[in-house]
């Protein structure tokens, strides 16, 4: 199980001394090219990702491309943890709706990020477990690999990550 760190940092498109812009119905929109080579990159950029901070969440990443793989989709769901008996069909309905998504889109691969304060539980813990094995053979079925897993009790600098 390999494990990390969380390392939040923003900045502005400009500080990446980025000049592509392009124009749009909503007026000029600057591009810029972020690299995240690790779990932990990854992790801290999903608040940007989304929009917003995501708490007790769910959050699929579709990838496109073997070599230098870039995002796709970014899909976020409420994590509803089973009390033992197996998924909730609310569950299973959204892990469907991410792997339909990442077929569609022609995705090669998806990264899964599980944010919960409640993952410190061993009945916690078994639940993501389902979730993921539920996951892999969802997205198996769409032609998507499932390239990883990761935990980690919420989203802020010096949190700790897991991987399963």
């Known amino acids: 199980m390999a494990a990390g760190t969380v390392l939040v940092m923003t900045t502005s498109a400009s500080s990446h001394g980025s000049t592509s812009d392009s124009s749009s119905a909503f007026g000029r929109i600057a591009h810029t090219t972020v690299r995240l080579s690790e779990p932990g990159d990854l992790i801290a950029a999903i608040p940007a990702l989304l929009g917003f901070t995501p708490t007790r969440s769910i959050v699929a990443i579709c990838?496109?491309?073997?070599?230098?793989?870039?995002?796709?989709?970014?899909?976020?769901?409420?994590?509803?943890?089973?009390?033992?008996?197996?998924?909730?069909?609310?569950?299973?309905?959204?892990?469907?709706q991410f792997a339909t998504v990442c077929g569609r889109d022609g995705a090669s691969g998806m990264l899964v990020v599980f944010v919960d304060d409640r993952l410190g539980s061993e009945r916690h813990r078994s639940s993501v477990v389902d979730v993921v094995e539920y996951l892999e053979d969802a997205v198996n079925r769409q032609g998507v690999e499932l390239i990883d897993s990761y935990l980690t009790a919420q989203i802020r600098e010096g949190c700790e990550w897991f991987s399963l």
């Open 63 to 96: 990838l496109s491309g073997e070599t230098r793989p870039t995002l796709g989709a970014v899909m976020r769901h409420d994590l509803i943890l089973g009390e033992g008996h197996g998924l909730s069909d609310v569950m299973r309905m959204a892990v469907d």
